[in-house]
């Protein structure tokens, strides 16, 4: 049984930084592509980031410079760490695995 289970999401000031964590199970993770997407109230649901098994990660123009996705394959968890954050950055944070996996969300909010 596969299971995603997010953390760190909260309420931040605009300017301020979070770190999101996803921990993993039931996959190899250490194969695995892993990804953050958000969806906003009204929006369809992005790509945030995402890393390789290798480690090559990719970027939404939104959040490049601001973020950084890594992952730590001893611990099966990816990270998000989000700095510089803006009220647009506001939005659920869903982790997911491969093409198949997703987890709960985590919600995000940006606001003074």
């Known amino acids: 049984q596969v299971q995603l289970v997010e953390s760190g999401g909260g309420l931040v000031q605009p300017g301020g930084s979070l770190r999101l964590s996803c921990a993993a199970s039931?996959?190899?993770?250490?194969?695995?592509?892993m990804g953050w997407y958000r969806q906003a109230p009204g929006k369809e649901r992005e790509l945030v980031a995402d890393?390789?098994?290798?480690?090559?990660?990719k970027y939404a123009d939104s959040v490049k410079g601001r973020f950084t996705i890594s992952r730590d394959n001893a611990k099966n968890t990816v990270f998000l760490q989000m700095n510089n954050l803006k009220p647009e950055d506001t939005a659920v944070y869903y982790c997911?695995?491969?093409?198949?996996?997703w987890g709960q969300g985590t919600q995000v909010t940006v606001s003074s």
């Open positions: 997911r695995a491969g093409a198949l996996y």
């Open positions: 890393i390789r098994s290798g480690g090559s990660a």
């Open positions: 039931g996959i190899i993770f250490s194969i695995t592509t």
